[in-house]
């Protein structure tokens, strides 16, 4: 397997495009941050199982994948965030660069996470995000309730959301959604990736990787910025 792939004619300078949308969990950051909730709380394995068949997309619902783990997660201390944050979360190679050279070009910059608030507000200010959607956890008497908060825009930000969220943006902006990039790893990123003028898979499942535009298999995600013409 190539270490990357650009499928088709060359890419247009980087100056075509003005928003750049990323996945947060696997593509931004090194972890699932649900799966490190679930180790900390010593339900690792059920979570974690549930959470591969998702990103396979063996379980299509996302919603459903995602209520299921959360259910399991219920009773679990909210410190247990804290931890996650503190000892687990790192950025992956090239996130920091490639949001600073995006940025530096006058691209606004999305996240889009079926991920946490608890987790995306700390990764969004470290990259300069502009926008931002998430799920917001439920906790209760300083534990989790294995739920998510109903917000403005819905209660779960799931592969549709992640579409919505990247043409909201692209509206918000005035861009065309062919001025846009969006970066992802997982299932629920295709809807994204799809509607999107620029699909990047960053070591990504194999489905991921056929449908996308680039694929990054091998190293950081600043490599993208090897392929744009001029």
Known sequence: MASLVLKGAALPPLSHFKLAAFDMDSTLISIECIDEIAALAGKGAEVAAITEAA???????????????????AGVPATVLDRVLAERLTFNPGARELCAALKAAGLKLVLVSGGFTFFTRHVAAELG???????????????????????????????????????????????RPDQAIA????????????????????????????????????????????????
């Not at 995000?129 to 779960?156: C, K, P």
């Not at 809807?191 to 990054?216: D, F, N, T």
């Open 55 to 73: 990103m396979r997309g063996e379980i299509t619902d996302f919603k459903d994948s995602l209520r299921r783990r959360l259910a399991l997660l």
């Open 183 to 230: 970066v992802g790893d997982g299932a629920n990123d295709l809807p994204m990736m799809g509607a999107a003028g620029l699909s990047v898979a960053y070591h990504a499942k194999p489905k991921v990787r056929e449908q996308a535009r680039v694929a990054i298999n091998e190293g950081g995600l600043d490599r993208l910025l090897e392929l744009f013409a001029g």
């Open 129 to 175: 995000m502009d926008f931002v959607r998430s799920n917001e956890l439920e906790i209760e008497n300083g534990a989790l309730t294995g739920r998510v908060v109903m917000q403005d825009w819905g209660d779960i930000c799931d592969g549709a959301e992640k579409r919505r969220m990247l043409l909201q943006s692209c509206e918000a902006i005035g861009c």
